[in-house]
């Protein structure tokens, strides 16, 4: 049986289209993305979704008294669709331990940067490229880990190193990070931890 993933974004949606694409040429193969919910009614990221033909949900955060009335929501919408993966995929909203601690090793997050360097609170999108081109880090890259209570602290799956070049700017680091590592390793690991998954549902 396949592994059911929802993929959580935010934005322009570019990780999602790696994976919606390494689905379709089969390097995604033991599970299926069913479903992509947004905080943001407004992310490009839906509309990818729904040219690929997959169900979209929005869960608006500014419409939530509450993290707790915002994450139920989150919780809802995973439930009603049985889904066995999550896969944060540029998705800016941090979740609580009240949310994570439901989904032990059921959610992955891809990371601009070499964890353990520029990651953690404040540190997302552009900021982690500022962040490592201020330093003067010589080389930088992607990560994809599993999510605990930990912003970006949950056990590493994989990594991938990205030279800084002469002249970069946080944009043009952010794109070549963008290219040669994070579309690369979000879908394997997603295969990865897919493949985990549908065998254990197999095995139950
Ligand atoms: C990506 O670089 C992703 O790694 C980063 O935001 C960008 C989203 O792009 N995520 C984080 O910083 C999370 N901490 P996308 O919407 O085009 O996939």
Not at 149 to 169: C, F, M, N, R, S
Request: proline share 3%; with cysteine.
């Amino acid at each position: 049986m396949l592994t059911r993933i929802c993929v959580l974004v935010s934005g322009g949606g570019t990780n999602l289209q790696a994976l919606i694409d390494a689905q379709k040429d089969g390097i995604i193969k033991s599970g299926e993305i069913s479903l992509v919910i947004s905080n943001n009614p407004d992310a490009y990221a839906l509309e990818r979704a729904q040219k690929a033909g997959i169900q979209t949900a929005v869960v608006n955060k500014k419409e939530c008294s509450s993290q707790a009335e915002f994450e139920q929501k989150l919780v809802d919408v995973l439930t009603e669709n049985k889904i066995d993966l999550i896969i944060l995929a540029g998705f800016m909203c941090i979740l609580s331990e009240n949310f994570t601690s439901r989904y032990p090793k059921r959610i992955i997050n891809v990371h601009p940067s070499l964890i353990p360097s520029f990651c953690g609170k404040g540190f997302y999108g552009l900021h982690v490229h500022e962040a490592a081109l201020s330093y003067g880090v010589k080389v930088t890259g992607a990560t994809v880990h599993f999510v605990n209570e930990i912003p970006d602290g949950g056990e590493i799956i994989l990594q991938k190193a990205v030279e800084i070049e002469e002249g970069d700017t946080p944009e043009t680091l952010q794109r070549r990070v963008m290219e040669n590592a994070e579309w690369k390793i979000l879908p394997r690991a997603a295969e990865i931890v897919s493949k985990e998954m549908a065998m254990r549902k197999e095995e139950e």
